[in-house]
Nanobody, 127 residues
Framework: QLQLVESGGGLVQTGGSLRLSCAASGRTFASSTMGWFRQAPGKERDFVAAITWSGGYTYYADSVKGRFTISRDNAKNTVYLQMNNLKPEDTAVYYC????????????????????WGQGTQVTVSS
């Protein structure tokens, strides 16, 4: 069993920054690929970024590449999402999730590839 709790969301102006955290409880965190997704009002939940268990490999959606950075600290059972140069279109609820299989590979960017989800944290970017 794995529980995930996101924090760090809030209201920020265009061009600002936020760092989201996802605290995990459970023995499998350190060996798991982790991902961030987001869901804007009235839209589907979309992939944002993923990181392998060691932190050695990361992958980003094109829409956030160069602005967002995913990282993790396995000693703290936490994965982070540093978001810079935020835009109004980044407004969404952000969720962290654990990928069912290790590494990247199939279903990395799809909801079906993840089995544990947090409750989400709201990010609002004002123009």
């Amino acid at each position: 069993q794995l529980q995930l709790v996101e924090s760090g969301g809030g209201l920020v102006q265009t061009g600002g920054s936020l760092r989201l955290s996802c605290a995990a409880s459970g023995r499998t965190f350190a060996s798991s690929t982790m991902g961030w997704f987001r869901q804007a009002p009235g839209k589907e939940r979309d992939f944002v970024a993923a990181i392998t268990w060691s932190g050695g490999y990361t992958y980003y959606a094109d829409s956030v590449k160069g602005r967002f950075t995913i990282s993790r600290d396995n000693a703290k059972n936490t994965v982070y999402l540093q978001m810079n140069n935020l835009k109004p279109e980044d407004t969404a609820v952000y969720y962290c999730a654990r990928k069912m299989t290790s590494g990247f590979g199939p279903r990395l960017t799809t909801l079906a590839g993840y089995d544990y989800w947090g409750q989400g944290t709201q990010v609002t970017v004002s123009s």
